[in-house]
């Protein structure tokens, strides 16, 4: 009998281990996974939470219902990875492992940043990236009378790019339904070169800023947050500040990459791009936000990256040379406030551009355009998540690579 | 898109970033760095270097990242590269500049 071990039961963890349970011989192999929290989170509902759009109830299940029957699971703390003997160590046993997948995710790191977490953090200064951040946000907002309001990225990568400026488009329409949008200030500050970063983006997109009226800082590395006057303040002292700091910590990779030697200066791991091996050993896999790909650290993204991985893993276990599919697929909806939203899809190479998805001419979402079918195309996403996603079951006329039918580029440079 | 850089064509994107690194020496370095107002020295090479060394290796580039290179501090890289010193040591790298989903 053979071991796969899979670490970390979020969204990859547990899609890897329904289409690996299916997929894998039961007399030959052994699937276990392991994760030391109860609670499956529902994480792009963090984005919905402080508006009260969602409840709490709507955002969190109980993770071992999403684990399929013939898969072991254990609820424990993993301690270190022990490539060198195929082995993970936890807090009190020993797994070994003939294919490990690590699925262990990304997370905030606020003490990266000087007086992040100082007297004014959970009052004034708040994330929305953990769920306890999300719910003490929307308390905040629930009584909150008004001022500056800023929405800061603090670097490269995090998880949902994109998610700090959707936050940044439903606080618009949040105050404004509130009858109190001229008593908020709206900024949003990026360590990149604009909120829009890729041509294509920038063209199609740039009018929503305008239109929000949302001010923007671009090219601001942060390198402290001044608790006494209330400001962000960059290498070039360059101050921003703020009554309502709604901020995206460093994003890291989980301490036990660090305790086990296997990740970047981020804890992110070394892995192939189209293949999803980790760089360092070949019996181990990596997924999701996870792996220091230059792909979105997305659910979306996971999921194609899991259909990819589940071939692979199978041609891996009879010896065979691993598939160079994966594209950096990614297939997200950005929500533009006023009960509309964007759906854009690229891939490592390609820009979002116009079209119609998932059919060519028909649709009926629209690429890069607001419109309110993409809203609640967003919204059922929820019940895709739990109900289609976790579970493997492939969500139907969506591929794991980018098709090209039905997009229109059109979008062209100025000069 | 074509865009004349010391005297050659080189490939351009949009925003003027080398879409194909082979076009890249130090003579279009220059003349790319003359035209965002840098007059490259010894430490800007360094610099340079080591953001194309990362890119190479498909590894992000981010402000952290110049941090912990031990080339160069964050105060120092904004005063080589004033205004938006990694979308500019990039153009000037000729290497694509950190992006973000959209």
């Known amino acids: 009998m053979k071991n796969l071990v899979i670490l970390g039961a979020g969204t990859s963890g547990t899609m890897m281990a329904n289409h690996l349970v299916s997929k894998l011989p039961k007399k030959d192999w052994k699937i276990t996974i392991v994760d030391q929290y109860k609670t499956h989170y529902y994480q792009p509902g963090f984005l919905f939470l402080p508006f009260d759009t969602y409840t709490e109830d709507q955002v969190k299940k109980e993770g071992k219902k999403f684990i399929p029957k013939g898969v072991y699971y254990i609820q424990k703390k993993i301690d270190k990875i022990l490539p060198e003997e195929n082995k993970v160590a936890l807090e009190d046993e020993t797994l070994s492992y003939d294919i490990l997948i690590v699925a262990t995710g990304s997370k905030i790191a606020p003490d990266e940043t000087d007086g992040l977490l100082g007297p004014l953090w959970k009052k004034d200064i708040f994330d929305f990236y953990t769920y306890e951040g999300a719910l003490a946000l929307r308390n905040k907002l629930r009584e909150w009378e008004g001022g500056k309001l800023v929405v800061h990225i603090t670097e490269m990568p995090i998880k949902c790019p994109v998610a700090p400026l959707e936050f940044a488009f439903l606080a618009d329409s949040y105050f404004k339904n509130k009858g109190m949008r001229d008593k908020v200030d709206i900024t949003y500050v990026t360590p990149l070169d604009g909120a829009f970063t890729k041509p294509t983006c920038t063209k199609a997109l740039n009018y929503l800023l305008k239109e929000k009226q949302i001010k923007i800082e671009t090219d601001f590395a942060i390198m402290e947050v001044d608790n006494d006057k209330k400001a962000i303040v960059d290498y070039v002292d360059r101050e921003i500040p703020f009554d309502l700091l709604v901020t995206v910590p460093t994003n890291m990779g989980d301490e036990v990459i660090e305790r086990s030697g296997l990740g970047d200066d981020l804890n992110f791991i070394p892995t192939h791009k189209h293949t999803l091996q980790s760089k360092a050993h070949e019996n181990i896999f990596v997924i999701g936000d996870a792996t220091n790909l230059p792909a979105s650290k997305a659910g979306s993204v996971a999921h194609f990256q899991a259909e990819t991985l589940t071939d692979n893993i199978i041609l891996y276990t009879k010896g065979f040379k691993l598939k160079q599919e994966f594209d950096g697929h990614a297939n997200c909806f950005i929500e533009t406030g006023n009960n509309k939203a964007l759906l854009i899809d690229f891939n490592y190479d390609q820009e979002p551009v116009h079209g119609t998805f998932p059919f060519a001419k028909i649709g009926p979402l629209k690429l890069l355009k607001e419109s309110v079918f993409n809203h609640w195309g967003k919204l059922a996403f929820r019940w895709i998540y739990w109900n289609m996603l976790l579970k493997g079951i492939p969500i139907p006329f969506v591929g794991r690579n980018m098709s090209f039918k039905g997009k229109k580029f059109d979008i062209k440079a100025d000069n | ?102």
């Open chain 2, 1 to 102: 898109m074509k865009k004349v850089i010391a005297n050659r064509e080189i490939d351009v994107n949009e925003e003027g970033y080398l879409v194909d690194f082979k076009q890249w020496d130090r003579e279009v370095c220059e003349c790319i760095a003359g035209e965002c107002n840098v007059v490259m020295t010894e430490k800007h090479w360094e610099v340079i270097e080591y953001l194309q060394d990362k890119h190479h290796k498909d590894e992000p580039l981010s402000i952290r990242g110049i941090k912990k290179s031990g080339v160069i501090n964050i105060k120092e890289f904004y005063e080589l590269f004033p205004g938006g010193p990694l979308k500019k040591s990039t153009l000037i790298a000729g290497i694509p500049k950190p992006k973000s989903c959209i």
